[in-house]
């Protein structure tokens, strides 16, 4: 049995290998997307000692380091269960796809989360045809295209800055007239010519034959309530991936994040989280805060491990 199993190789994930490596802790850590939402940072430039550095090169990084210990292995894969082993505080267990089973005394939930889909129609059907969930990874396919960036949060307009180095012209359509993203990325998108808001608007449907050919919205813009558009990149927020830790009863909070105390506890014994799935730092879904985040969960196992809470 390993002392403690780590799900999610996201930052909040690496930095609690981190810690439990150096804590001297047998540890895994396990996953199926590798890097997490770090992967779809453009621009990072708010971690503590890079002035500016690429999301998957940082995210390189924390791999790197967190494997540069023996007591970690990593694991490759998606976690299907999780169940209790024994007594209450024995460990868990933890079956994967392939149907290997990984027991471990202590987990650490670092689940992160999903995309939130707004639900309308032709989003499905044009998935991959033209409408991303991630306009930093995929902008570069719209060179000299027309896109609309849909949100108001960090993404959508770092997402717009990013798709207007390359894009003909770039729509930012939000449901209000104020962004609730850093101001830092409130100007780029103000620099930028070949961005227009387009404001008090909500997407109704995304149109199209083979592929994307424009977005319904319900307030008409320069006369029309469609823009022509060769893609369509939804950026309106996430939900915690809580799947794996509700197997286990682990409680959310009235946000749908995993409910934990300042030591990263959840409500289950040996069971903490870390990161964007879980309800610390205000909320706040950073690497700094999924690190601190991370951080604090290792030192918790380690105590508990010694026979803390
Ligand atoms: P977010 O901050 O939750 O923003 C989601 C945006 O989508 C909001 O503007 C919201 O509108 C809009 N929205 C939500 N549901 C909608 C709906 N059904 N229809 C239309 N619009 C809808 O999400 P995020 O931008 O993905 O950021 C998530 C977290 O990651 C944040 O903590 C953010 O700071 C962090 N992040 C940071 C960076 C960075 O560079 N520092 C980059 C990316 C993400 P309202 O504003 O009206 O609510």
Redesign the pocket.
């Known amino acids: 049995m390993k002392d403690v199993a780590i799900i999610g190789l996201g930052c909040a994930g690496y930095t609690a290998a981190i810690y439990t490596a150096r804590y001297k802790l047998d540890t895994v850590i396990i996953g199926d997307v590798e890097g997490g ?1 770090g992967m ?2 453009a ?4 971690w503590p000692g890079e002035i500016d550095i690429k999301g998957p090169d940082l995210m390189q990084k924390y791999k790197d380091h967190a494997l540069s210990f023996d007591n970690v292995d990593l694991v490759s894969g998606r976690v299907e269960n999780v169940g209790k082993v024994g007594k209450v505080g024995e460990g868990f267990s933890l079956t994967m796809q392939n149907g290997d089973v990984i027991e471990a005394k202590a987990v650490i939930f670092a689940t992160g989360s999903n ?2 889909h ?1 639900g309308i129609p032709g989003e499905e059907e044009f998935s991959g045809k033209g409408v991303t969930y991630c306009a930093t990874c995929d902008a570069f396919f719209y060179r000299d295209k027309t896109v609309a960036v ?9 997402g717009a800055a990013i798709a207007a180095q390359v894009a003909k012209k770039v729509y930012l359509v ?3 007239d ?5 101001p830092f ?1 409130i100007d780029k998108v103000n620099e930028k010519d070949n961005i227009e808001f387009v404001l008090h608007t ?2 109704l449907e995304v149109l199209g034959e083979q592929k994307v050919t424009g977005l319904k919205i319900d307030t008409p813009h320069n006369g029309s309530d469609v823009l022509d558009v060769d893609g369509v990149f939804i ?4 939900i915690p991936a809580v799947d794996l830790p509700q197997q286990l009863g682990c409680e959310l909070d009235d946000r749908g994040h995993l409910k934990v105390d300042d030591a990263m506890r959840t409500n289950i014994k040996g069971a903490f989280a870390a990161g ?1 799935v879980s309800s610390g730092s205000n ?4 690497f700094s805060t999924a690190a601190g985040e991370g951080s604090i969960a290792a030192n918790s196992v380690f105590s508990y491990l010694q026979g803390g809470e």
């Open positions: 939402m779809s940072a621009e990072v430039g708010n995309k939130r707004l849909l949100g108001g949060g960090d993404s959508a307009v770092e939000h449901r209000r104020e962004f609730r993203a850093e990325w909500n997407a950026e309106v927020g996430s964007d909320h706040f879904a950073q």
